[in-house]
């Protein structure tokens, strides 16, 4: 019998039999449609009811949830996760939805609703568990935290009991006044600045974590309904709009905040979404596996302290911001071609082994620079203390400025700094990965041998996408060394604690998903907040990412927003609708399952 023949056998023993459930519309538990929705509803109501009594006894738990009348805490998640999947489900009522709520579910699939559900039960869940191993037991929960838990059960239960049909294409958009699809996309983007500041706001670990598991099923529901898709059609007919929204959105955000807490998180965060789009340029365009990465970030952080006019530099001297820019990228750059150059002849593990090893010997090199086991350059392991603040234009980044009545604090105004480095680098990203460049970059990437028997000079684009990736990432070094004021060799390493190192800005690009501009900035953000939030994990937070790096390989190995040409790779098999096809991770599918020759 042939390998195909058995495939066979297993597929119609095993995929092709769901998919055959699938096609019939027959749902996981067996259950007559009206009374699926009865209950789905029903339990949803009921969930939304029990956050307006109490689910403990006693403050001692974070977020007070010993009140009654109005929820608190994680009982805002798990309301907002009961709201949104009673609508749904009344958005599907009928043979076409209740009128007004059609909007919500342009599929008329449930899966929205099956996905909501099961966040709304794991964020509820997940809080009756943290009351009971914060507290010492079951016995600390309240009526209302019973019916919470059973309630969540039962909506998820008659969720898994509605019909779910096969994706299929959406229907046409009714057509809308210009005026009002921009209305859309500015209250999206507006949606999108509060649900970021709640998210970064968050007081504690708890809340952090229910935040995330109702986020991420929300998303996923988002786009299992169709109404992603909708929204990102809409915004490429928008597109100078939507540019101007996101824009407009990110200017706002410190101006929402009250205290520079949350605004030097953001801060750190675009730094480090910075360097992990350079590190994309290497890795997901061409291929490249770099193990020391951020060595490119401390060189270029290291050479703004020592032209900053630092008092401990011992070169004494003050170049312009501008100028100390120029003169990081700068030496970024000679270090990515003189590092480049004798090993991008190396494939594979051995150029990784290489890289790892510049990463390491930049780490003891600036620590040993002290004067007594090198040349006095870098202070050794004491680092460069007192950066100054950054003056451009008579403008002081240390001091609070007023706008009518609104006041910029220090943070505020590094954080307009490195947005303006962000949208740069996201710039020179999009341009060089739509060149005639960039495409050689990806055929470097699927394939050298062939790539070069084509004609590409497969080691000179290769130093060049080597040389930029370094250059984008000493730039942000350069904002870095004046945002924390001081550098040291402890914050360039391979894997630490705390990010940007080598490890976690190539976790940020695969698990964001390669080759894109929006999977780095959304990997690098989860990989800065969750350590900064969790607090918990820093003894863990390695076998923590390494277990979520292994999960996402196998079940979205693509990434989390992929571009189409690897979900295609991924996905070539399967004639199932996967989790992007119908829109979800990058917004181009339609809601058919695609295989590598359709598309």
Known sequence: MTPQHHRSNADTGTGTGR?????????LIPLPATTAKILTAGGALLTLLSTFLPWTWTRAFPG???????????????????????????????????????????SGRHTAALLLSAGTLATTWYTLIAIAARLGGLVNLEPGGYLAGVAALTTL??????????ARPLPPARALPAW??????AAVFGLALHVLTYGIGTAYGELFTGFLLLTGFTTAALFADGLGARLTALTHRHRRVTLTAALVTAVLFPLTQDTDEYTLIIVNILIFATV????????????????????????????AALVSGSTASTLHIHFPFWAAVLTGAAASLVFGVVIGAPTLRLRGD????????????????????????????TNGPNGIPNIPDLVILGYDFGAKHSLGSLTLTPFANYYLLMLFF????????????NSRIGRAWVAIREDETAATAMGINGFRLKLIAFALGATL??????VQAHVAYTVVPEQYVFAGPVPPNSAFLLAAVILGGMGTITGPLLGAALLYLIPAKLQFLQDYQLLAFGLALILLMRFRPEGIIPNRRRQLEFHEASTDPGPGADGNGNGNGNGNGLTKAEA
């Open 473 to 478: 990432a000493g730039l942000a070094g350069t």
């Open 157 to 166: 239960t008659g969720a898994l009991a509605l019909p779910h049909t096969p």
């Open 180 to 185: 009002a699809e921009i209305a859309v996309i």
């Open 276 to 303: 992990a789009l350079g590190l994309n340029v290497v890795v997901g365009l061409a291929g490249l596996l770099d193990l020391g990465y951020v060595a490119f970030l401390g060189v270029g952080a290291y050479t």
């Open 19 to 27: 998919r055959a459930i699938a096609r019939l519309g027959l749902p």
């Open 422 to 433: 962000t949208a740069l680098v996201v710039l020179v990203f999009s341009r060089a990965g």
């Open 350 to 377: 051995y150029l990784a082994i290489v890289t790892l090893g510049f990463g390491e010997i930049f780490r003891i090199t600036v620590g040993n620079l002290n004067g007594e086991s090198g040349p006095s350059l």
């Open 64 to 106: 007070n949830l010993t009140v009654t009348g109005y929820p608190g805490g994680l009982q805002i998640l798990t309301l907002t996760g009961a709201a949104l999947t009673l609508a749904q489900v009344l958005a599907t009522a009928g043979p076409t939805g209740l009128p007004g709520l059609r909007w919500l579910n342009p």
